[in-house]
């Protein structure tokens, strides 16, 4: 007695093809890949319902049938409401492969892509998990396991130190701002900003500018900018500012303590600014 196979009459899967290794960072793009089955033969009027989780956007236009197999998708089309995507077809023509003991079903698949946004719940650790339905004519629903990524993110410190408690006038003054990433993902863009008072201190120049860093100093505004702190690193940045010789007022530099440091970071959608102003 002969045993043949029964082809699937459908089924899907549902796996990440980009970023591998299942993190993503705020502002990443992260590609689907749904994996359909069918029958041979035509197949009508299958649509396919992915809900993105919140803290992800679809991007636009980018559903596309990557890969057909050899059949034809009718009537293809890809629509947004809210996080719902809808995927509807018309026809799937699978003429098959010609094997002539056993019903075929074959596989084609289709590719889509969702930007993680910069929103206050996407934070390290975050799990973001989309879930797919397929909806086949006359059938049941079919829901495949859905993948999952995990948020990482840049967590940045700073410390802001002076090398002398006092300046008088003429006294030149230099300043160290150590950035310190404790996160578990790069930062990028990083912009270290530090304004300085020009009614008493001018001349500014820097003296330690990090790789991959540029420094200016206009409008009496010190920034560091456009450079990368990889996880678990520190950068550091000087610069020098000479005191007026015509302000003859002692000017005192506070410590860096709690409570006088101003170090916010945030995301424009990956871009970290970091505020290290102190009384000059």
Not at 75 to 99: E, H, K, R, Y
Not at 241 to 248: E, F, G, I, Q
């Amino acid at each position: 007695t002969a045993t043949l196979p029964v082809a699937a009459v459908f089924d899907l899967a549902k796996d990440v093809q980009t970023p591998s290794g299942g993190t993503v960072r705020i502002g990443e793009v992260v590609m689907y890949r749904v994996t359909v089955t069918v029958v041979e033969g035509t197949t009508q009027g299958l649509t396919l319902t992915d809900t993105l989780p919140n803290g992800m956007s679809y991007v636009a236009g980018s559903a596309v049938v990557s890969s057909a197999n050899g059949m034809t998708v009718n009537g293809f089309n890809a629509s947004i409401a809210g996080q719902v995507l809808t995927i509807a077809m018309g026809d799937i023509v699978n003429p098959g492969d010609d094997d002539t003991t056993a019903t075929d079903s074959d596989s084609f698949t289709i590719t889509y892509e969702a930007v993680v946004n910069d929103v206050a719940g996407n934070v390290s650790g975050t799990l973001l998990t989309n879930n797919l339905t397929g909806n086949p004519p006359g059938q049941p629903p079919v829901t495949p396991p859905p993948p999952t990524v995990t948020v990482v993110s840049p967590t940045l410190t700073i410390l802001k130190s002076f090398n002398v408690a006092q300046a008088d006038a003429g006294d030149t003054v230099q300043v160290s701002v150590v950035v310190g990433n404790t996160g578990d993902a790069p930062a990028y863009d990083v912009v270290v900003s530090d304004i300085v008072n020009t009614l008493k201190f001018g001349n500014i120049l820097a003296v330690t500018t990090p790789a991959g860093f540029t420094f200016n100093s206009a409008a009496g505004t010190v920034t560091f900018s456009g450079g990368t702190i990889a996880a678990g690193a520190n950068a550091t940045f000087g610069f020098t500012s000479s005191k007026s010789t015509t302000n003859n007022t002692n000017t005192n530099f506070v410590p860096n303590v709690p409570g006088y440091l101003n170090a916010n970071a945030y995301m424009n959608p990956r871009v970290f600014r970091l505020a290290a102003e102190f009384s000059w």
